[in-house]
């Protein structure tokens, strides 16, 4: 004769464990992960992106690689041109490691 617990899924898997902590893990039901949002909460904000840096005809920049320049011309905000000295680079938006003195 069997009982109503043997017959049931967690009987089943009580009779399966092989170790006393795993039954635990069987019985428990899993955790509902509901969370309120707190519309005033710091944590719940969009991060904004910083604007895209505007450069002028005439700038004074330094890059992450090429070191000190010039802006020389302004491409409608995609890309701008920067004479370094001994080579002129085209630098694309955004212009991650180009910085303006």
Known sequence: MT???ENSEVGRARMR???????ILVLMKPARAT???????????VPVEPPVEQFAVRDRVTHDKYGLGWVVQVE??????VD????RVRVLTPFARLTKL
């Open 35 to 45: 969370r309120r949002f707190l519309p005033g909460s710091p944590f719940n904000a």
């Open 84 to 87: 370094f000295g001994s080579r």
């Open 17 to 23: 464990s092989s170790w006393p902590g795993e039954r």
């Open 76 to 81: 409608d905000d995609d890309a701008v041109i």
């Open 3 to 5: 009982t109503i617990a």
